[in-house]
C-alpha cells in the first residue's frame, strides 16, 4: 500500500493545529490533542499520522468498494 501524501499542518498562536490536504483545510485540533499531535510530528513521519487522524487513508477495500450495488 502506498504511503499517504499531501498533507500540511500549522499550528496557530492559540495552539490550534491546522491539517490540509492538497491545499483544502480538513480538520482541526485543539487541546491536548494539538498538543500531542506536535509532538509526535516532531518524533516521526506526519504524513501517515496526519492521514489517520483526517480519516483519509487507504482502508484496502477501494476494490471491492468499485464493485457495490451504491455503485451501479
Do not use: C
Request: net charge positive.
Amino acid at each position: 500500500m502506498a504511503k499517504p501524501t499531501g498533507f500540511d499542518w500549522t499550528q496557530r498562536k492559540n495552539g490550534e493545529v491546522v491539517i490540509s490536504h492538497h491545499g483544502r483545510v480538513v480538520t482541526t485540533l485543539r487541546g491536548h490533542t494539538a498538543a500531542s499531535f506536535v509532538e509526535d510530528v516532531a518524533a516521526g513521519d506526519g504524513q501517515e499520522l496526519m492521514a489517520r487522524l483526517t480519516g483519509n487513508y487507504k482502508r484496502g477495500n477501494e476494490r471491492q468498494a468499485r464493485t457495490h450495488r451504491r455503485h451501479r
